[in-house]
């Protein structure tokens, strides 16, 4: 089994710990481990007492949902359950956005929506993502009406950064199934609270 060591970035109650643990479920076999800390200081972010720990298993499972993904999207485009924008069908996503499912919102505003990803790859993982999704599925599908909506969401992006990861901080975009997306709705990676690797994988 992957076993995924959990650090919460905010004072846990017991819904947020189900979410955790259910999303690491949702993931595949695993085993969702949240150490408590009586160090309340929010700088335990940096997962400095808890490390997370992700197994090359685990990211292996990251690139088949990819691929899982990009096949339900490709089907999405001729099946009648698909989303109003009539661009695939709904995703995780529009159960986080009309609040049917919890998230740990960060930020938000008219047409961003800003939540730490549940199944974090740093100690600082936030996703940035359009309030109207608009066809926008992934980068590549985007449209010169779409230049306003993806500057506003970098910049967005970049004040979240600056703010939570004051030392630098990675931008990420997954486009595609050989750029493992594993949800048709862009979605920004706001990742840092450690040192980076190059090349990425």
């Not at 109650?13 to 009586?38: C, D, E, K, Q």
């Not at 730490?116 to 109207?132: C, E, Y």
């Not at 909506?149 to 990420?172: M, T």
């Amino acid at each position: 089994a992957t076993t995924y060591l959990i650090r919460p970035s905010s004072p846990f109650t017991s819904s947020s710990v189900h979410r955790y643990i259910t999303r690491a479920a949702f993931l595949g076999p695993a085993t969702a481990i949240w150490r408590s800390n009586t160090n309340n200081n929010p700088l335990d972010r940096c997962y400095n007492n808890s490390p997370l720990i992700l197994s090359e298993s685990s990211m292996n499972d990251e690139v088949a949902k990819a691929k899982e993904a990009a096949t339900e999207q490709k089907k999405g485009d001729t099946d009648t359950n698909t989303h109003e924008d009539g661009a695939g069908p709904p995703t995780i996503f529009d159960k986080l956005l009309s609040g049917e499912w919890p998230s740990d919102i960060v930020y938000e505003d008219d047409q961003a929506f800003c939540f730490r990803d549940v199944s974090p790859q740093a100690p600082v993982h936030i996703l940035v993502i359009p309030k109207k999704r608009q066809g926008l599925t992934q980068l590549s599908k985007a449209t010169p009406e779409h230049k306003a909506l993806l500057g506003h969401l970098l910049y967005v992006a970049q004040e979240i950064g600056s703010k939570e990861c004051p030392d630098g901080f990675r931008i990420v975009i997954n486009d595609g199934e050989n750029g493992a997306q594993s949800v048709y709705h862009l979605h920004i990676h706001i990742m840092g609270g450690r040192s980076m690797k190059w090349p990425p994988g």
